[in-house]
């Protein structure tokens, strides 16, 4: 895929014109604002919509969504020491977007210079990571636009020599099964770790703190294990001194 003209991007990472991209078995979205043109080669299905009105987009609550936590992030940075920026919580059931959506916020906070805090509670896909862990990441650089969709990229960013998309070293807890309902206490175990681990990044680093965090829940539905497993992440990562949630986003499907 290439971008020949206009301008695009891939869940909040922007595409650069007149590089190829290579994507295999691969489901996503590329998304347009004022149009462009783009070059596909090999055996894909692409379909090319258009919405009737830029409200029928969900792409504009997004990008509104993102200039409302830009504007926590600037309030916080003004607050001087001690102030923390947006933390946002996605819950909602599986396979219904919370994942793109972390990647689109993260993407577009990344272009506008934060170093925001991702963390993916949901073992069965992995941050920079392989599946069947619980891990997080600090995002100050651009994703990578050939990653697999689904997740922010399962096993193939690299955390140390040369790469074209800058490094990104992730902190990561095993937990060793697909789903979170396989084993809850385990998961529990795991999740409470991650959140000690990103107390202390956001405690020791200004820039990170005040760029907040985006917590990307697995799929829970509304009966009472999910609502506990949700009530659990949320008391985990509210119960640090810098890091209450500050808002909590639900994707339907």
């Not at 695009?8 to 007149?18: F, I, K, S």
């Not at 783009?38 to 609550?61: F, K, N, Q, W």
């Amino acid at each position: 895929m290439r971008l020949l003209s206009g301008t695009a991007d891939r869940d909040g990472t922007e595409l650069a014109l007149n590089r190829a991209y290579k994507l295999t078995n691969t489901k996503s979205k590329i998304y347009t604002l004022q149009g462009c043109t783009i070059e596909v080669t090999g055996v894909c299905e692409s379909r090319v919509g258009e919405y009737p009105a830029p409200e029928a987009s969900p792409l504009l609550t997004y990008v509104n969504m993102h200039f409302a936590l830009q504007d926590e992030r600037k309030a916080a940075k003004s607050a001087g020491r001690g102030a923390h920026g947006p933390r946002v919580l996605i819950c909602g059931p599986a396979n219904s977007g919370k994942t793109s959506l972390a990647r689109i916020l993260v993407g577009l906070a990344t272009r506008m210079g934060s170093q925001t805090m991702v963390a993916n509670l949901d073992p069965n896909e992995g941050l920079l990571s392989l599946p069947g862990t619980v891990s997080a990441a600090v995002y100050g650089t651009l994703m990578d636009v050939e990653e697999p969709a689904g997740g922010f990229g399962i096993g193939s960013t690299p955390s140390s020599g040369p790469s074209s998309v800058p490094v990104k070293v992730p902190i990561v807890y095993y937990y060793g099964r697909e789903k979170v309902e396989d084993d809850v206490p385990h998961w529990k175990d795991v999740t409470r770790k991650l959140a000690s681990s990103c107390r202390a990044k956001l405690n020791n680093d200004k820039e990170v703190r005040i760029s907040g965090a985006v917590i990307d829940m697995p799929g829970v539905d509304a009966g009472k294990d999910g609502i506990d497993l949700l009530a659990f992440a949320i008391s985990e990562f509210s119960g640090m001194s810098c890091f209450a949630i500050g808002a909590l986003i639900c994707v339907s499907d």
